[in-house]
């Protein structure tokens, strides 16, 4: 049994021909875990690599029902909406699929020449896609096919309330809904938020987890010698990729500078940058023409980065699920990563409550 699983390919699971190749092309050998729980069960309803789960049985239907306007894809942050869009750009590309992202940071008046060009899918947080909604003539998703919120758990919380609600009203009832987070609460309240109709939940896991060939460490330190500490674990892991987590952009900011004037090469990541040095910077780190990204934990959902090596929590998460958002910048897709969380005496330390 173990070895037909093993075996299963992305035709198996009901993917036509075009798509299969598509996947082929962007290094995509055999589906993950969720891919093969999702895939079938949204193929069967509409007749990490959480995109392919959704995308491929999106870009599947849309073949067989060709429609503008097709598909809504809500995320949290700005750069995970990008690279979702990097992904249908791939996926799609030899079916003319067009995607849009609709994010906050970026001219509106662009946005919306793009969206009255009328895109088969749009990529949104969930701020700007209420201005465009309120204020972009011509401007509504009343055709909608598709609602999928990729790490659904992060946009059904308080934070995006009122935008969601604002967002559903002007919805179809009759339309398809995923979510999808690597960790998902269980509060039924929430999932009724996002208008549910006879929902099937699908798990790869029950329990908030890591991959096995995450080797995790804690670091015990006075909180006055941090970033000394830092600057040596830096130096002896070398010119390897690593993420290192800050609680707020004041902290990011100045331990960049910190290590920069030290002579690494460290970039910065924080939310209250402008859009294009955002983009610039997890660039730069893909690239690898910077090996140090400081972050805030808008790098910690989704985001794909190959070849991470080490994740350091240099101010220790609040809540255990940002925790394994985190560490899981590392030790993807099979390959082993390392991560270092620095606990001290002021350290609100939650991880295992």
Known sequence: MEEEEAAL???????????????????????????????????????SGKTGAFGLP????????????????????RELAFQIKEQFDALGKAIGVTCVVVVGGIDMTQQAVELGKRPHIIVATPGRLVDHLEKTKGF???????LVMDEADRILNLDFEEEVDKILKVLPRERRTMLFSATMTSKVNKLQRAHLKEPVKVEVSSKYQTVTKLQQYMLFI????????????????????????????????KTALM???????????????????????LNKFKVKERSILLATDVASRGLDIPSVDYVINFDVPMHSKDYIHRVGRTARAGKSGIAITFVSQVCQFKLYK
């Open 140 to 146: 509504n998703l009343k055709a909608l096919k598709y």
């Open 58 to 77: 999106l870009l599947q239907a849309l073949i067989a029902r060709p429609q503008r306007l097709f598909a809504l894809i809500l995320t949290p942050t």
């Open 9 to 47: 390919s992305f035709k198996d699971l009901g993917i036509i021909d075009e798509l299969c190749e598509a996947c082929s092309q962007l290094g995509w050998k055999a589906p993950t875990p969720i891919q093969k729980e999702a895939i079938p069960l949204a193929l069967k309803e509409t007749g």
């Open 222 to 253: 006075p909180c006055k010698h941090k970033h000394m500490y830092l600057a040596y674990i830096l130096n002896e892991i070398g010119n390897q990729a690593v993420i290192v987590f800050c609680a707020t952009q004041q902290s990011t900011l």
């Open 259 to 281: 290590l920069r004037n030290l002579g690494f090469t460290a970039i910065p990541l924080y939310g209250k940058m402008s859009q294009n040095k955002r983009l610039g910077a």
